[in-house]
């Protein structure tokens, strides 16, 4: 495993949480970084994105919801998820280059 993610769990929702992605030394975080998740039975979606020098984008569903960033520091890279809907349960993957992590599962209770 390239990329260890981490900090998913069962909340209610309207709660929050924050997953963490560390790298490895030689996989920088400085490259395009992506937040994507996967439902069960559904295709794995892109939920946010850094490229370069910090452009990010989400999608739409959890806009002003959901913040990504990163540490060059740490060489982690993170997603804070606030507002949590039922909707979004699902596992959440990180993708840094060309390396995706394990997955960490996300249940969001109504």
């Known amino acids: 495993v390239q990329l260890q993610a981490s900090g998913g769990g069962l909340v209610q929702a309207g709660g929050s949480l924050r997953l963490s992605c560390a790298a490895p030394?030689?996989?920088?975080?400085?490259?395009?970084v992506y937040w994507y998740r996967q439902a069960p039975g559904e295709d794995r979606e892109l939920v946010a994105s850094?490229?370069?020098?910090?452009?990010?984008d989400y999608a739409a569903s959890v806009k002003g919801r959901f913040t990504i960033s990163r540490s060059v520091a740490e060489n982690t890279v993170s997603l804070q998820m606030n507002s949590l809907k039922p909707e979004d349960t699902g596992r959440y993957y990180c993708?840094?280059?060309?390396?995706w992590g394990q997955g960490t599962l996300v249940t969001v209770s109504s």
């Open positions: 993708h840094v280059g060309q390396y």
């Open positions: 850094m490229i370069g020098g910090g452009y990010i």
């Open positions: 030394k030689r996989i920088s975080v400085t490259n395009r």
